[in-house]
């Protein structure tokens, strides 16, 4: 009986650099890697800007803690927050509010020549305080020292102070008359500054009105 002929097995070949498929697979992923690598940059458009680190009261000296670096991505056309690809302006001061977490305008820092308030520490009714924080906004009611019995019905109580900034509030001072007093910082405009230390020394009884929008709790 005549055998049928077996075909040969052939070796598989290791692929060589002239393989024209393993050229193309090669460059193919070199160019998906880029366009990747392309598309991931141009969609990370965020840029570095300075926010407040704690609520900034106008009048307030920029320190080193006083911003805090964040990369946000802005809208088309957002411009004139401060970029934080530059030291922050320590030594300059705040020209206005800025409350914890929000940007920082460009124009919201300037020097102290565009600064005209003072800082002053008043004693108030600790219960007019209660909820007060720094950033707070208060109207400052002055009741005069009363000389007499019969003059305390008359005397009258005036507002000498609207929208005051709150700088700090302290600890409670002791009391004084009948009720506790707290410490509490604010920021007096330069011609407001003479009249209301003169009702401090002359004993007067300051009252703390929260103005509308003042920030209450947590406020560092």
Not at 165 to 181: D, E, H, I, P, R
Request: hydrophobic share 45%; proline share 5%; glycine share 8%.
């Amino acid at each position: 009986m005549t055998e049928l002929a077996s075909p040969s097995a052939k070796r598989l070949q290791r692929p060589s650099w002239r393989d024209s498929r393993l050229v193309v697979g090669v460059l193919l992923v070199v160019v998906a890697a880029t366009l990747g690598a392309k598309a991931v940059a141009s969609a990370d458009d965020r840029v570095p800007v300075w926010v407040a680190a704690s609520n900034l009261v106008a009048g307030d000296e920029v320190e080193e803690t006083s911003f805090a670096r964040a990369d946000v991505r802005l809208a088309d056309g957002m411009t004139g927050y401060l970029p934080a690809d530059a030291p922050a302006p320590t030594g300059a001061f705040m020209l206005r509010d800025v409350r914890a977490g929000e940007l920082v305008p460009v124009s919201a820092v300037g020097d102290a020549d565009a600064i005209d308030v003072q800082r002053v520490t008043v004693r108030a009714d600790a219960m007019s305080t209660t909820g007060l924080t720094r950033g707070s906004r208060v109207d400052v009611f002055v009741t005069p020292k009363a000389s007499s019995t019969s003059d305390a019905a008359t005397t009258p109580t005036k507002k000498v102070l609207e929208s005051a900034a709150v700088a700090a509030v302290l600890t409670n001072s002791g009391s004084f008359g009948s009720g506790w007093m707290t410490s509490v910082q604010i920021y007096v405009p330069s011609d407001k500054v003479q009249p209301l230390v003169e009702a401090v020394d002359g004993e007067a009884k300051l009252t703390l009105v929260p103005s509308v929008g003042a920030a209450t709790g947590g406020g560092a």
